[in-house]
T-cell receptor, first 113, second 115 residues
Framework: GENVEQHPSTLSVQEGDSAVIKCTYSDSASNYFPWYKQELGKRPQLIIDIRSNVGEKKDQRIAVTLNKTAKHFSLHITETQPEDSAVYFCAASNGAGDDKIIFGKGTRLHILP | EAGVAQSPRYKIIEKRQSVAFWCNPISGHATLYWYQQILGQGPKLLIQFQNNGVVDDSQLPKDRFSAERLKGVDSTLKIQPAKLEDSAVYLC?????????????FGEGSWLTVV
């Protein structure tokens, strides 16, 4: 089955700097890759997603890149702000009928003042 | 639009007791998921329903966990008997259908502590 690895587990960056979180997946049939943000005690919320027919997608300060050959995808946050502090989860879905979405273990992002 | 509703939000039980969680998905969403999220980890899929049928329950510990989705709307997840390692947040989520790329919307979760 699909396995999603996420790195780093913890990331601290100065406010205004960029943050990058990386994920790899094992199932070459995976074709949908969402990213969720979870603030302390709150539900995970989708912040951006990418499909396998696209190499990059951007939404304001957030961008996601996908390398299908290497089976890895990354989240980039530019000009980080205090409200970006949260746990971020990557996920992968194979879309092969059962459409399970498998999550990584998460990255705790701290934005330092 | 109303989100995914879950209850109770918090529950503390002793080991070997039973507990049930309820979920009401977003109106019109055919697919419903139960995830278990242990502190510091990502959500782990327990069971996935398409309408009132089970699509995947390969990670559900069937000796103690059960779930149903009667009439294809609300769902309940039951644990009996509970173990200490069941302490986690149980997240219900829904999406419009099973096609890959449909956004999954999560509820606020039911926090379970087993003592």
């Amino acid at each position: 089955g699909e396995n999603v690895e996420q790195h780093p587990s913890t990331l601290s960056v100065q406010e205004g700097d960029s943050a990058v979180i990386k994920c790899t997946y094992s199932d070459s049939a995976s074709n949908y890759f969402p990213w969720y943000k979870q603030e302390l005690g709150k539900r995970p919320q989708l912040i951006i997603d990418i499909r396998s027919n696209v190499g990059e997608k951007k939404d304001q300060r957030i961008a996601v890149t996908l390398n299908k050959t290497a089976k890895h995808f990354s989240l980039h946050i530019t000009e980080t702000q205090p409200e970006d502090s949260a746990v971020y989860f990557c996920a992968a879905s194979n879309g092969a009928g059962d459409d399970k979405i498998i999550f990584g273990k998460g990255t705790r992002l701290h934005i330092l003042p | 639009e109303a989100g995914v509703a879950q209850s109770p939000r918090y529950k503390i039980i002793e080991k070997r007791q039973s507990v049930a969680f309820w979920c009401n998905p977003i109106s019109g969403h055919a697919t419903l998921y139960w995830y278990q999220q242990i502190l510091g980890q990502g959500p782990k899929l327990l069971i996935q329903f398409q309408n009132n049928g089970v699509v995947d329950d390969s990670q559900l510990p069937k000796d103690r966990f059960s779930a149903e989705r009667l009439k294809g709307v609300d769902s309940t997840l039951k644990i009996q008997p509970a173990k200490l390692e069941d302490s986690a947040v149980y997240l219900c989520a829904s999406s419009q259908n099973r096609v890959a790329g449909n956004t999954i919307y999560f509820g606020e979760g039911s926090w379970l502590t087993v003592v």
